[in-house]
């Protein structure tokens, strides 16, 4: 093994005794990194700082990025998770030694899997290599500390680079870690202004004979007493066509992060957050989650009840199929394919049914993946437009490098000998488009104002979107077991391999039930497992999940 140097090897031995793994303690980085109580993370965040250097040191020096989160979870925890060079998450490959590192039991035991994986990566240690990684955390209390117990982690591994971003939505590191290594402009201003240019843009592009006293009604944002809600405020002035007011704002005193608000909560529980009520009947809502990369769109049905309409990630991608399908259409309808056409619709077993049968009826391919972004991003990445989507409101549309630069040769082509025509404007759609939506992962708030110019461009309300299918009701329930990976899971996660017998037991009970569907899987980000089921109505759904729930908790107790 060669030798990185004393430097080297006396900075992992610090840093390792700096913050140990307490006994009993396992930390595993799973759907989305490593996740727990925040005031336990500084091990894993350590870690993490020094498997994301070694990732930059691996690429020769290219940024990579960290970003101290939690998610939809409850403000005392935590989380961190690894952003790859290329914007995505951290190469699958690198999981299980990011693993291994964030359990070893000693400062030496860290050191040589430092080495060992070094050795086998090839990566050379100790001399004139460098290393850059971007940080950012969300608004939790622990945050801060943890980013510097990152920073410690990076700077473990010698000639390493630890840029602070600040406070950020994790898809506005995302973006940044991308665009950086792309040669891009990637500052937070930047950002800013390529997501309200590109939407005033998609603006100007909207057809004279829609309503555009749409846009005038009423957005209520609810920012999940987060991060989203924050940067939403900041870019509200650029954003004047639309009347947004924000709810849940992230500002001091408004309410608690994720507590009885945010897109977790009202895609899971189909109630409007806090801080909405009786008098915003009928109003166009939408919901971001803690470090909004997740968006739902609702509407409060009555005012006399809690429920609302949810608009959720399967129309999102119902709605951006339909109007990048229409334009890409136009473009290609007299230069027969001008534009490659390789279309991808990616989802998984929690897509509701219905979005599924409507996007296989306009003649779609639809292809199922395991949950997690890292399986659906990696999937849409093989088509020249790629859209995914998990039900709760994460997806993004990706379009291939060949795909961006024939439109762009096209869009100039046009501007010199077509200017105006409707060709030229459907390619210019899809253009604005391409630089709205984020290409590393998906984003609330640039997923959010794509959503609005579509439905001014359609001179669309809710309503008209919400009729595209009706869902089929569908329940989610968790189960605690003594061991939830005993549970292993084929098909997209859609079957149950082992124990065997059980998928026998839960197809039993589904075949009790009028288009029933349901599904079990081990959660990836808590202790529990997870049920899935689906019926003809709200009642046979409950009823599906809880039966089947039942059967879990007999067989794995
Ligand atoms: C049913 C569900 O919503 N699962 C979520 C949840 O993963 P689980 O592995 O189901 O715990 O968190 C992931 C990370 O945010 C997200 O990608 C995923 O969709
Ligand atoms: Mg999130």
């Not at 509701?352 to 395991?370: D, I, P, Q, R, Y």
Request: charged residues 25%; contains cysteine.
């Amino acid at each position: 093994m060669a030798d990185p140097g004393g430097e080297q090897r006396a900075a992992l031995l610090v840093v390792a005794s700096l913050f140990p793994v307490p006994d009993g303690a396992h930390f595993s980085y799973g759907t989305a990194g490593f996740r727990a109580e925040g005031s336990t993370m500084a091990p894993a965040v350590c870690r993490a700082g020094i498997v994301a250097a070694l990732r930059s040191v691996k690429l020769g020096g290219a940024a990579v990025g960290m970003v101290i989160t939690a998610s939809h979870n409850p403000v005392d925890d935590n989380g961190v998770k690894i952003v790859d060079a290329d914007g995505g998450m951290m190469s699958r490959a690198w999981e299980p030694f990011s693993d291994a590192l964030a359990n070893a039991p000693t400062p030496d035991a860290l050191l040589q899997l430092v080495l060992q994986f070094a050795k086998d990566e090839g990566i050379t240690l100790g001399e004139g290599h460098s290393a850059q990684v971007l940080l950012a955390r969300d608004t939790r209390p622990t945050g801060e500390y943890l980013l510097d117990v990152a920073t410690k982690g990076i700077n473990a591994i010698v000639g390493s680079v630890a840029l602070d971003m600040g406070i950020l939505t994790t898809p506005q590191l995302h973006w940044m870690v991308r665009n950086k290594n792309r040669g891009l402009k990637s500052s937070q201003l930047d950002y800013f202004t390529q997501i309200t240019e590109s939407f005033r843009h998609l603006l100007e592009l909207t057809p004279d004979d829609k309503g555009s006293d749409k846009l005038t009604e009423k957005l209520i944002v609810d920012g999940a007493n987060g991060i989203g809600g924050l940067k939403l405020e900041e870019i509200k002035p650029k954003l004047a066509s639309l009347d947004i007011v924000v709810r849940n704002s992230g500002k001091e005193g408004e309410g608690i992060l994720n507590e009885r608000c945010g897109a977790d909560f009202v895609q899971k529980e189909k109630v409007h957050p806090a801080g909405f009520g009786p008098s915003d009947v009928g109003v166009r809502c939408a919901s971001f989650d803690g470090d909004a990369d997740r968006l739902v769109y609702f509407r409060i049905a009555s005012p006399s009840s809690t429920m609302i309409d949810l608009v959720d990630g399967d129309k999102i991608l119902s709605l951006f199929v339909l109007f990048i399908r229409e334009q890409l259409d136009i473009v290609n309808e007299k230069d027969n394919k001008v534009l490659p056409t390789r279309f991808g619709v990616v989802q998984t077993a929690y897509a509701n049914g219905a979005s599924t049968e409507f996007l296989k009826n306009l003649g779609l391919e639809v292809v199922f993946t395991s949950t997690g972004v890292k399986y659906l991003h990696e999937k849409a990445l093989e088509y020249d437009i790629g859209i995914y989507f998990e039900a709760n409101g994460h997806g993004t549309v990706l379009f291939s490098d060949e795909f961006v630069s024939r439109l762009e040769s096209l869009t100039s082509k046009f501007s010199s000998k077509d200017a105006g025509s409707t060709q030229h404007e459907a390619a210019l759609r899809l253009l604005a488009t391409t630089q709205l939506i984020n290409q590393a992962v998906g984003d609330a708030l640039s997923g959010m104002l794509l959503v609005e110019a579509i439905l001014q461009h359609k001179g669309w309300s809710l309503q008209n979107w919400c009729d595209l299918y009706t869902d089929l009701p569908s329940k989610q329930l968790k189960v605690k077991v003594k061991d939830r990976t005993c549970i292993v899971t084929t098909d997209a996660e859609r079957k149950v391999f082992q124990p065997s017998g059980l998928q026998e037991l839960i197809d039993r009970e589904v075949g009790n039930y009028c288009e029933g569907r349901c599904f079990v899987r081990p959660s990836g980000t808590e202790d529990v497992v997870r049920v899935y089921a689906e019926a003809s109505t709200a009642e046979a759904a409950d009823r599906l999940a809880k039966s089947v729930a039942q059967v879990v908790e007999r067989i794995l107790g």
